[in-house]
C-alpha cells in the first residue's frame, strides 16, 4: 500500500473521533444544565424545613404558655410536657436536614441550633419552677426569657431561609451563563478543529514525517557507533528500498567494528596486567619504607622515654660489672657519689664494717632473685647516708654473668622518722596505758540503711578496764550489745553521729550498768570510727546535790520570814471565821454560819496553795510537762516570792499568750530563784518589771534556739546589776556572789529551761538593774476543756476502811464517807490496816473503798500496805492519801497498785470527785 493511502485512512479515523469527542462534550454540558437546574429543588426543600422549624417553635412556645396557665401539676400537664419533648426531637432533625441541604454558611445553622439548645434550656428552668409551683415565676420566665428565644429563633430561621433562596438562585444564574458560554465555545472549537484536521492531513501525506523519523533516529545511532541496530521499516517503497541498503552498509561496519575491538581488548589486557604487577611492587616498597619509618621513630621515642625516666628519677639507677665496679649510673647516681665514680668499686663509697657483699654474693654467681640491701656509703661531700638498694643479675646471651643493675634509694631521713615516731609511739602507749581517764576505741557499725545500729570494741586502756570492771581480752572485738546488752539506742545513735560526722561531743550521764555518773568526750580518729574519754565523776554529782540541797534550805530560809507572815495572816482569817461561827452556834444564830465557814474555807484553800508553791520550790528532776498556759503559774509564783517584801510589782501579761507544754512545778522554781534573787538585790524596795509576750517564726532568737514559735518571759529588776566578768559565770554551777549563795539556783534553772528545749539569757549592767529572758517553746495544738462538772453529795454504798495515824484526820473522812452512804472503819498503822481487811473478807462482807495513808511514822505505809490487801482480795477501789504532793505515788498510782490518789488536805469534794471517776459499777 502506497504511503498516501495510509495516511489517508489515518486522518480519516482521527476525524471520526475526534467528531464523536464533540459531540459527546455537547451533550454533556446540556446534562450539567439540567442537574444545575435542580439546585432550585434543594432550595424549596430548605425552605420547607424551615417553614416547619418555625410552626414548630410556635408550637412549643404555645405548649409551654398552656402548661404554665393551667398551674396544676397533673396528668394533663404531662402531657403537655411530653408533647413539648416530641416536638423538640423533630425539630432537632429539621435542624439536621437544614444543615445538611444548606448551600449557604452553615454557621447559620450552628447558631440556629445552639440558639434552640438555650432555649431548651429555659424550657427546663420553667419546667423546674413549675413543679415546685413557682408558677408566677414560671410565667415570668415564659414571657421574658421564653419569648426572647422565640423571637431570635424565628428571626435566625429567617435568615436561612432567605439566604438559601438568594444564594441558590445566584449560582444557578451563574451556572446557566457559564454553560451557554461553554456552548458556544465548543462549537467555534469544533469548526476550527476541523479545519485544522484537514490542514493537518494534506499536510502530512506530503510530509511523509514517520518514516523520515525513523531514518533520521538511525543515522543518530549509526553515528554513536550503535551498530547493531536496523531500521524496522518493511514497506515496499523507496524509503523502504533505502531502509535495505541502509541496513547491509550497517551490518558491513558492525563486523569490521568487532574485529578491530577484539585487537584493541587484546593488547589493553596485557597492558593492564603489566600496570597492576608494577602498581603491587610500588606499594609492598611504600609497606615496607612505612614500617621501618614506625619502626625507627617508635625506637627513638621509647630510647628518649627511657633515657629521661632513667635521667629525671630521683633514685640512684647503676650498672656495675662482673668485678663491682661501677660502668654506668644515671644522673641521681652522679650526683650522690660525684662525677669521677664510674671505673670505681662499689665498696670504696662503704663506711664501716658491712655484710652487702656476702648478701650480694648469691647474685654474682648467677641468681635471678631480686636482691635487697641497706648500706651505710659516702656520699660525694663526705656525708654518711643510708642507702636501700635493689639488684638483679645481668647475664649476656651465653648466660654468662656480666654484672648488675641496681636501684638505690637514700633513706636516711625515713630512717631517723621510723625511730622518731616508734619512740613517739612508745610515749603515747605510755602517756595512754597510765593516764587515769579510760579511753576506748571503737569502730561503729550500720544497717542496710546506714544508720548506727552498734558499735565494736578495738582497743581500750587500763584505766577504762578498771572504770567498766571488765578484763580487756572479754572486751576486745566484741560489740557493745555482746558486753552491755541493756545499753541505750540513744547512746550509740549519738556516737553514731560522731563517727560518720566527726563532730565532737561532750556529756554526762548516768550509767545503770556501772552505777556511775560518767563524763564523756566522743572524737573521730580516723572514718567510720569513734574514741571516748570517760571519767568518773560520781563523787562531784554527789557533792553537787548536796550543795543543791544546801541551796534550797537557804533559799526555803530567805522565804521563811514572808511565808510566815502570809500563812499566819491566813491562819489567823481561818480561826476568825470559826470562831464566829461557833459564837454565833452559841448563841442560837445559825443564819451566818453556812458563810463564815465558807469564807474559812477559801482562806484554807489559800494556805493549801501557799503550801504547794514551797514544796515547788524544791523539787527538780526531769519535767513532767502538760499542755497549760504559763499565766497562772507566773503570777502565782511571783505572789509566793514577793510575799512579805515591799517590792512593786508591774505586769504586762496579755490574755493571747499561747500555751506552753512544761512541768509548772519546775517553771515555777525557775521563777522563784529569779524573783528571789531580785529580791535581794534590791534590799531597799523598788520595782519589778514582768512581761510576756508570743514569738512568730522568723523573729531573731538566740543561738541555739531552733526555728519555732515560743513565749518569752521578761523579768526586770532595779537592783545593782551584775558586773561584766560576772555576768559570763552566773549560770555555773557553784559559782554565787553571796557569802551564805551555794551557786546553783540559777544552775538549776538554766538546766531546767535546757529540758524544756528552751533558752535563758540574762542582760545587766552595774547600777541599772538585771533582766532575765526566758524562751519556752509554744504548744499551738488546740487544747481540749473539759467543763468541771457539778458535784451534788451522791450516796453511795459499801464498805469502807480508812487508814491514817492522825486521829483527828480519821475523824474528819470517817464524816465524810458516811455523809455520803458508806459504813466506815478506821485503822491507825498497816497492822490494822490488814487485820481489819482480812475479817471483813473472811465474813463474806469485803470493803469496796480502801483508803491508806501514805507515810506512817515508823510503821508500814500505804505502799505497803496495798500489796498485801490486793494478794487477799483485789475488787476494790484503792485511793492512796499523802501530805507530800511530791509523792511519786500521787502522779502514778496505778504502777503502785492504786486507783486513784488524793493529796491532803482535800475536800468533800474532792472525795467524791475521785470516787465517782474510778467507782466499778
Known amino acids: 500500500m502506497k504511503i498516501r493511502t495510509r495516511l489517508m485512512l489515518c486522518f480519516g479515523m482521527i476525524l471520526v473521533i475526534f467528531i464523536f469527542w464533540g459531540l459527546s462534550s455537547f451533550d454533556m454540558f446540556r446534562l450539567i444544565i439540567s442537574n444545575i437546574t435542580n439546585i432550585d429543588n434543594h432550595s424549596l426543600q430548605v425552605t420547607n424545613k424551615v417553614r416547619e422549624f418555625r410552626e414548630g417553635v410556635h408550637v412549643i412556645h404555645k405548649t409551654m404558655k398552656d402548661i404554665v396557665l393551667l398551674r396544676?401539676?397533673?396528668?394533663?400537664?404531662q402531657q403537655l410536657i411530653n408533647k413539648v419533648e416530641s416536638e423538640k426531637k423533630s425539630q432537632l432533625n429539621n435542624i439536621a436536614t437544614i444543615y445538611e441541604l444548606c448551600q449557604g454558611n452553615k454557621q447559620d445553622v450552628l447558631k440556629l441550633k445552639n440558639t434552640f439548645l438555650a432555649w431548651d434550656f429555659i424550657r427546663a428552668k420553667v419546667i423546674a419552677e413549675f413543679k415546685k409551683e413557682n408558677y408566677i415565676k414560671a410565667g415570668e420566665i415564659t414571657k421574658t426569657e421564653g419569648k426572647e428565644q422565640v423571637e431570635k429563633l424565628l428571626m435566625q430561621s429567617q435568615l436561612i431561609g432567605d439566604s438559601a433562596q438568594k444564594r441558590v438562585k445566584e449560582l444557578f444564574s451563574e451556572v446557566v451563563n457559564l454553560a451557554k458560554r461553554a456552548e458556544f465555545i465548543i462549537i467555534l472549537v469544533f469548526i476550527i478543529s476541523l479545519l485544522?484536521?484537514?490542514?493537518?492531513?494534506?499536510?502530512?501525506?506530503?510530509?511523509?514525517?514517520?518514516?523520515?523519523?525513523?531514518?533520521?533516529?538511525?543515522?543518530e545511532k549509526i553515528q554513536k557507533g550503535e551498530y547493531k541496530e536496523r531500521i524496522q521499516i518493511k514497506q515496499k517503497d523507496e524509503i523502504g528500498n533505502l531502509s535495505l541498503v541502509l541496513n547491509f552498509a550497517a551490518e558491513s561496519i558492525e563486523k569490521n567494528t568487532k574485529h578491530l575491538d577484539q585487537l584493541v581488548n587484546k593488547k589493553t589486557v596485557e597492558l593492564q596486567a603489566a600496570n597492576q604487577q608494577l602498581q603491587a611492587t610500588e606499594q609492598q616498597l611504600r609497606a615496607s619504607n612505612q614500617q621501618l619509618q614506625a619502626t625507627e621513630l617508635e625506637l627513638r621515642k621509647s630510647l628518649s622515654r627511657i633515657n629521661g625516666v632513667v635521667e629525671t628519677v630521683p633514685d640512684i639507677i647503676a650498672?656495675?660489672?662482673?668485678?663491682?665496679?661501677?660502668?654506668?649510673?644515671?644522673?641521681?647516681?652522679?650526683?650522690?657519689?660525684?662525677?669521677?665514680?664510674?671505673?670505681?668499686?662499689?665498696?670504696?663509697?662503704?663506711?664501716?664494717?658491712?655484710?652487702?657483699?656476702?648478701?650480694?654474693?648469691?647474685?654474682?654467681?648467677?641468681?635471678?632473685?631480686?636482691?635487697?640491701?641497706?648500706?651505710?656509703?659516702?656520699?660525694?661531700?663526705?656525708?654518711?647516708?643510708?642507702?636501700?638498694?635493689?639488684?638483679?643479675?645481668?647475664?649476656?646471651?651465653?648466660?654468662?654473668?656480666?654484672?648488675?643493675?641496681?636501684?638505690?634509694?637514700d633513706i636516711t631521713e625515713k630512717k631517723k622518722a621510723d625511730e622518731i615516731l616508734k619512740e613517739s609511739e612508745r610515749k603515747f602507749?605510755?602517756?595512754v596505758t597510765e593516764m587515769q581517764l579510760g579511753l576506748a576505741v571503737h569502730e561503729i557499725i550500720l544497717d542496710d540503711k546506714q544508720n548506727p545500729i552498734n558499735f565494736r570494741f578495738l582497743d581500750i586502756n587500763p584505766s577504762?578496764?578498771?572504770?567498766?570492771?571488765?578484763?580487756?581480752?572479754?572486751?576486745?572485738?566484741?560489740?557493745?550489745?555482746?558486753?552491755?546488752?541493756?545499753?541505750?539506742?540513744?547512746?550509740?545513735?549519738?556516737?553514731?553521729?560522731?563517727?560518720?560526722?566527726?563532730?565532737?561531743?561532750?556529756?554526762?550521764?548516768?550509767?545503770?550498768?556501772?552505777?556511775?555518773?560518767?563524763?564523756?568526750?566522743?572524737?573521730?580518729?580516723?572514718?567510720?570510727?569513734?574514741?571516748?574519754?570517760?571519767?568518773?565523776?560520781?563523787?562531784?554529782?554527789?557533792?553537787e546535790e548536796h550543795a543543791f540541797k544546801v541551796q534550797k534550805l537557804e533559799s526555803i530560809g530567805i522565804l521563811a520570814g514572808g511565808i510566815a507572815h502570809d500563812f499566819n495572816n491566813l491562819l489567823g482569817g481561818i480561826f476568825g471565821f470559826i470562831d464566829l461561827a461557833n459564837s454565833e452556834a452559841r448563841d442560837g444564830k445559825f443564819s451566818n454560819i453556812s458563810a463564815y465557814l465558807s469564807k474559812s474555807l477559801t482562806m484554807f484553800s489559800r494556805a493549801k496553795d501557799l503550801s504547794m508553791q514551797l514544796l515547788t520550790f524544791s523539787k527538780g528532776g526531769h519535767p513532767v510537762s502538760k499542755q497549760q498556759s504559763v499565766i497562772p503559774i507566773l503570777i502565782h509564783s511571783l505572789e509566793f516570792a514577793l510575799s512579805g517584801?515591799?517590792?512593786?510589782?508591774?505586769?504586762?501579761?496579755?490574755?493571747?499568750?499561747?500555751?506552753?507544754?512544761?512541768?509548772?512545778?519546775?517553771?515555777?522554781?525557775?521563777?522563784?530563784?529569779?524573783?528571789i534573787n531580785a529580791k535581794q538585790a534590791m534590799p531597799l524596795a523598788g520595782e519589778l518589771?514582768?512581761?510576756?509576750?508570743?514569738?512568730?517564726?522568723g523573729e531573731n532568737l538566740p543561738v541555739g534556739l531552733k526555728e519555732n514559735t515560743y513565749i518569752c518571759i521578761s523579768i526586770k529588776d532595779q537592783g545593782i546589776g551584775i558586773s561584766p566578768e560576772h555576768l559570763t559565770k552566773i549560770f555555773d554551777p557553784f559559782f554565787s556572789t553571796k557569802q551564805q549563795g551555794s551557786g546553783l539556783g540559777l544552775a538549776t534553772a538554766y538546766s531546767i529551761i535546757k529540758k524544756h528545749e528552751g533558752e535563758i539569757e540574762v542582760?545587766?549592767?552595774?547600777?541599772?538593774?538585771?533582766?532575765?529572758?526566758?524562751?519556752?517553746?509554744?504548744?499551738?495544738?488546740?487544747?481540749?476543756?473539759?467543763?468541771?462538772?457539778?458535784?451534788?453529795?451522791?450516796?453511795?454504798?459499801?464498805?469502807?476502811?480508812?487508814?491514817?495515824?492522825?486521829?483527828?484526820?480519821?475523824?474528819?473522812?470517817?464524816?465524810?464517807?458516811?455523809?455520803?452512804?458508806?459504813?466506815?472503819?478506821?485503822?491507825?498503822?498497816?497492822?490494822?490496816?490488814?487485820?481489819?481487811f482480812t475479817e471483813a473478807f473472811k465474813s463474806a462482807n469485803p470493803f469496796s473503798l480502801v483508803m491508806l495513808d501514805l507515810t506512817i511514822p515508823g510503821e508500814a505505809g500505804g505502799r505497803e500496805v496495798i500489796g498485801e490487801l490486793r494478794k487477799i482480795f483485789s475488787n476494790f477501789l484503792g485511793i492512796a492519801c499523802s501530805g507530800y504532793s511530791d509523792d511519786p505515788v500521787l502522779a502514778k498510782p496505778l504502777e503502785h497498785g492504786f486507783n486513784a490518789s488524793l493529796a491532803k488536805p482535800y475536800t468533800m469534794e474532792n472525795l467524791i470527785e475521785v470516787i465517782r471517776k474510778n467507782i466499778k459499777t
Not at 492531513?201 to 511523509?208: F, L, Q
Not at 560518767?518 to 571516748?532: E, G, I, K, S
Not at 467543763?787 to 484526820?809: C, P, R, S, T
Open 72 to 77: 396544676k401539676n397533673n396528668t394533663e400537664v
Open 196 to 219: 485544522l484536521v484537514l490542514f493537518l492531513n494534506w499536510w502530512i501525506i506530503k510530509a511523509i514525517v514517520y518514516p523520515l523519523k525513523c531514518l533520521e533516529q538511525f543515522a
Open 319 to 409: 650498672e656495675v660489672d662482673e668485678n663491682k665496679k661501677y660502668n654506668w649510673i644515671n644522673q641521681a647516681g652522679l650526683n650522690f657519689f660525684g662525677s669521677d665514680v664510674i671505673g670505681k668499686e662499689a665498696s670504696s663509697y662503704f663506711i664501716g664494717e658491712q655484710k652487702t657483699y656476702e648478701i650480694m654474693g648469691p647474685l654474682f654467681k648467677g641468681s635471678e632473685n631480686m636482691f635487697y640491701v641497706e648500706s651505710w656509703q659516702k656520699r660525694f661531700d663526705g656525708e654518711k647516708r643510708l642507702l636501700a638498694w635493689w639488684s638483679r643479675v645481668l647475664k649476656n646471651k651465653d648466660g654468662k654473668v656480666i654484672g648488675a643493675i641496681s636501684t638505690a634509694r
Open 429 to 431: 602507749r605510755t602517756l
Open 464 to 543: 577504762f578496764e578498771n572504770l567498766i570492771n571488765l578484763k580487756r581480752e572479754n572486751i576486745i572485738g566484741k560489740t557493745i550489745l555482746e558486753v552491755m546488752p541493756e545499753t541505750e539506742k540513744s547512746l550509740i545513735e549519738r556516737y553514731g553521729e560522731v563517727a560518720l560526722t566527726g563532730e565532737s561531743i561532750k556529756f554526762e550521764y548516768y550509767s545503770k550498768e556501772f552505777d556511775k555518773y560518767l563524763a564523756v568526750t566522743a572524737y573521730r580518729p580516723c572514718q567510720n570510727q569513734f574514741a571516748t574519754i570517760l571519767e568518773d565523776v560520781t563523787s562531784r554529782k554527789k557533792l
Open 645 to 675: 517584801s515591799n517590792i512593786k510589782l508591774k505586769k504586762s501579761i496579755p490574755e493571747s499568750v499561747w500555751d506552753v507544754c512544761i512541768d509548772e512545778n519546775q517553771i515555777g522554781q525557775i521563777i522563784d530563784n529569779i524573783v
Open 689 to 697: 518589771f514582768v512581761s510576756v509576750r508570743n514569738i512568730v517564726k
Open 763 to 836: 542582760k545587766s549592767q552595774l547600777g541599772a538593774g538585771t533582766t532575765f529572758i526566758i524562751y519556752l517553746p509554744a504548744c499551738l495544738e488546740k487544747k481540749v476543756i473539759q467543763q468541771k462538772e457539778v458535784l451534788n453529795k451522791q450516796k453511795f454504798q459499801g464498805n469502807a476502811l480508812i487508814m491514817d495515824d492522825e486521829e483527828y484526820l480519821l475523824q474528819i473522812f470517817a464524816y465524810y464517807l458516811k455523809e455520803i452512804g458508806y459504813t466506815v472503819t478506821c485503822a491507825k498503822n498497816g497492822e490494822e490496816t490488814i487485820k481489819f
